[in-house]
């Protein structure tokens, strides 16, 4: 049966209906409280729905159905509690021949360094979607949602009220330009983890944490005190705790 990519918008429904449909579906489900809003920031701006793919034949009550399934696959399985699936290809023995031959390397130590590499790169994969729950826990009581499981296009985050959306991105060169295809008048703010400073020919990080302080204080919906106060070293305290409590979130292989 043959597929194509859909937005929610394609199936030229009124938006009473598709609210409808919406509705039925969660109907009884208090976990969804957030997606209500999110559905409905959706609903004002049809271009933040994402690309989903389906058979040619199917309607957009099974849009919203898979729709919803996305979001309620990451919100059972969220990235803190994932064990690590090994790569699904192997290892190019010629770029370990190369790190051998130049380093001088025993067979042995060439194995183990390339099992380093595996852990390095794996880490290196679910950073960025523990970056966005370590934010989610720390912006939930200002209002913020967390938009997880693809269920708007380039936006990562909301405020409650739909009226600032947050684009989380953890280096400056990792920037999502997909973005501009929105359409114009939304206001969507991006921010970015790391960067880097140079002094005497030296690289070394330097952390943007203040600036999304920033963003989230400046929009509160729950009336809480912005006290927004998110830091490099909480994170990694995060970090600390969640590979502690789940050691395999990361692989060798």
Not at 19 to 42: A, M, T, V
Request: a neutral charge.
């Amino acid at each position: 049966m043959a597929t194509k990519t859909f937005t929610l918008e394609d199936f030229k429904e009124s938006t009473e209906t598709l609210r409808n449909i919406f509705n039925s579906y969660i109907q009884g489900h208090s976990e969804y409280e957030d997606l209500k809003c999110i559905f409905e920031i959706g609903l004002s701006n049809f271009s933040l729905f994402p690309n989903i793919r389906l058979s040619e034949e199917q309607t957009a009550a099974e849009y919203i159905k898979k729709w919803i399934k996305g979001y309620s696959d990451a919100l059972n399985n969220p990235p803190s509690k994932r064990t690590a699936t090994p790569k699904n290809s192997c290892s190019d023995p010629a770029v370990q021949a190369i790190v051998q031959i130049a380093k001088g390397l025993d067979d042995e130590k060439t194995t183990r360094i390339a099992a380093y590499h595996n852990l390095f790169m794996s880490a290196e994969n679910i950073q960025g979607n523990l970056l966005e729950e370590y934010i989610s826990i720390s912006t939930r009581p200002y209002g913020w949602i967390w938009c997880q499981g693809n269920v708007m296009r380039a936006i990562d985050f909301c405020s409650s009220d739909g009226k600032i959306l947050l684009q989380i991105k953890n280096k400056s060169n990792t920037e999502n330009s997909s973005s501009s295809a929105i359409r114009s008048g939304t206001d969507i703010k991006k921010w970015y983890r790391l960067g880097t400073q140079s002094k005497n020919g030296m690289k070394s990080p330097t952390y943007k944490w203040e600036k999304l302080n920033d963003i989230i204080n400046s929009h509160i919906t729950t009336g809480h005190k912005p006290d927004s106060h998110m830091t490099e070293e909480d994170y990694q305290n995060f970090l600390r705790n969640t590979t502690l409590s789940n050691p395999d979130i990361i692989s060798s292989q």
